[in-house]
């Protein structure tokens, strides 16, 4: 069977995390192998449960060791995957470059951000996408984008244009769904009546820009 072999910075709560848990849990056609830069987070012990092989190589936040990359290069070299997914920009670098080291030719970035700016975005961060940039005509064969805005923000920052793709989030249409039932039984637990409500679903941090809907 072929196999996928995912690198993720971290495994906590978080977009791309639960993508990334969906995608290995629902596709039964290939193996997915799944290596954490961090720790467990949140979905280690799922992924796991659900079958699937997870590695964690503990390295500290916001820090690169010489161990972590050289256990990272050993798994590569032991699972031999066909094709390496990376998420996130510490995972595209560091991912990405250990797999052509490890001789793994088809590299997958992804990208789950739609906007870089010192004032929502970390410095490193914006550092880390900034060399991502340099070095894209070479290191992946495709750059997988979240939204056509984060594919029009990276090809305005010097990522490779000829290799950005948009594959949009995937939801489940039978799990989020209108639910007449739910309505009623919401309505009655906040004591609103029918009155209008406007909701949004998504962390509290300035990326998800809830000034601008309450703005709106």
Not at 147 to 154: D, I, N, R, S
Request: glycine share 8%; proline share 2%.
């Amino acid at each position: 069977m072929s196999c996928i072999f995912h690198v993720i910075s971290g495994l906590n709560d978080g977009g791309a995390e639960v993508v990334l848990y969906r995608l290995c849990t629902s596709d039964k056609t290939v193996k997915h192998y799944v290596v954490s830069l961090m720790d467990d987070g949140k979905y280690g012990s799922l992924l796991r449960s659900a079958g699937v092989q997870v590695s964690c190589l503990s390295m500290p936040r916001g820090r690169v060791t010489a161990s972590g990359l050289w256990q990272l290069w050993q798994l590569l070299r032991q699972v031999r995957p066909q094709v390496v997914q990376t998420w996130m920009y510490h995972a595209d670098l560091i991912g990405g470059v250990i797999a052509r080291l490890a001789g793994v030719k088809r590299v997958f970035w992804g990208i789950h951000h739609t906007m870089l700016d010192t004032e929502r975005s970390k410095r490193s961060t914006i550092w880390v996408a900034r060399l991502c940039a340099r070095i894209s005509s070479g290191v992946p064969s495709t750059i997988i984008c979240c939204a056509q805005k984060a594919l029009e923000v990276h090809r305005d920052l010097g990522y490779a244009a000829d290799k950005l793709q948009v594959i949009s989030n995937g939801y489940d249409l039978v799990r989020f769904c209108i639910d007449g039932e739910a309505r009623v039984r919401l309505r009655a637990d906040w004591s609103v009546g029918d009155r209008w409500l406007i909701g949004m679903v998504g962390r509290f941090d300035p990326l998800k820009d809830h000034e601008n809907l309450l703005n709106a």
